[in-house]
């Protein structure tokens, strides 16, 4: 286990380098920062001087060299478009975006792996039919489109429906916006106010709703193809209840593949909360992002995009480990294989 340990953190560190040299070359691409930082009436002296202050004149493996060095001590440089160190940035925004997906991924469980496991075992149901045509709904929307929706339903037209009742309006949701948060150290959080918490009911929902119906069909097809399997029909024939058979052995089967999707999903939505946080003007990572490519703002991009390798990079490594939690046969597999290099 530990040289598998050893040989898949050597792994990503060769990843988190290559991602961020090709992430650091492109973005030299997007636009010249210089434009955007001085007015018409700089002159070409005062743009080569405000360029060599800035580094970018050197070669771009010089400037990468120098990025890598800064960056492994946890100083990515300052912003170009708001002249402050992009780690105070990105501490300010990191928490909203890592709650926001928090929540998404945890509605997307707790609701995608029990109605997986209910269309698996009540097959041909209305209650199955009804969910999967939810689901294939879920699928095909994209995430701008269903952001806008909820905002139309429960921000918008909610205040007429609430009238209509006689209701506060108060039980409308916010359109934008992340509510009233607290400062606890460095992290600030919005779980723990009401507004906060009535602030991330949409966005949550609409990240959490395509990863939902994303684990609601993997789970569903992987339990189906378990429940074939000659083991179950032995535990069948064992006289094993439905729930032994069900919970115990087939779900636990399953859980293998879903492992996997999860854990690439959870990255993803790290990666593309960009949408989600653009939609409902949600002050975090994602928007930073955008405003960043906006102003050509290359240390805040560059920043970016290596703090999202990292949590993927990070997330396979646990996915990885908790295989062998989940399936004995991995353990012993390894082990053997440890013994033969012996």
């Not at 070409?44 to 010089?62: C, M, S, T, Y």
Request: hydrophobic content about 55%.
């Amino acid at each position: 286990m530990l040289s598998f340990l050893v040989s898949r953190l050597l792994q990503a560190a060769a990843v988190m380098t290559a991602v961020s040299f090709l992430c650091f070359v492109l973005f030299n691409f997007v636009g010249d920062p210089i434009n955007n930082m001085v007015g018409q009436e700089a002159t070409p002296q005062e743009r080569a001087e405000l360029r060599h202050a800035l580094g970018l004149d050197d070669p771009v493996p010089v400037q990468f060299l120098r990025f890598l060095g800064n960056a492994a001590v946890g100083n990515f440089g300052k912003s170009y478009r708001m002249a402050r160190p992009v780690e105070q940035l990105i501490v300010e925004r990191l928490p909203a975006t890592l709650e926001l997906v928090f929540c998404g991924a945890l509605l997307a469980l707790l609701l995608g792996l029990p109605l997986g496991v209910l269309t698996a075992l009540r097959r041909d149901t209305w209650d199955t039919r009804a969910v999967m045509t939810f689901s294939l709904a879920g699928v095909a929307m994209p995430t701008f489109v269903s952001g806008i929706l909820l905002i139309y339903i429960f921000s918008v037209e909610c205040t007429g429906w609430v009238a209509w009742l006689g209701l506060p309006t108060s039980l409308c949701l916010p359109s934008f916006g992340r509510g009233d948060t607290v400062q606890i150290g460095w992290w600030s959080s919005g779980l723990l106010t009401g507004g906060g918490l009535k602030a991330i009911i949409l966005p949550s929902v609409t990240l959490a709703l395509f990863q939902m119906t994303l684990v609601l069909r993997l789970v569903r097809s992987e339990m189906l193809e378990v429940l074939r399997t000659d083991y179950i029909k032995f535990a069948r024939a064992r006289g094993l209840t439905n729930r032994t058979v069900h919970f115990r052995h087939a779900l636990k089967n399953t859980l293998l593949p879903v492992i996997t999707v999860i854990g690439l999903q959870v990255g993803g939505l790290i990666a593309f909360s960009i949408i989600t946080e653009t939609v409902f003007q949600w002050p975090g990572m994602g928007q930073l992002f955008i405003q960043s490519v906006q102003f050509a703002d290359i240390p805040v991009m560059a920043a970016y995009l290596v703090m999202v390798s990292f949590f993927f990079v990070t997330i396979n490594l646990i996915v990885d480990l908790t295989y062998a939690v989940i399936d004995p046969r991995l353990r012993v597999d390894r082990a053997r294989a440890a013994g033969n290099a012996a």
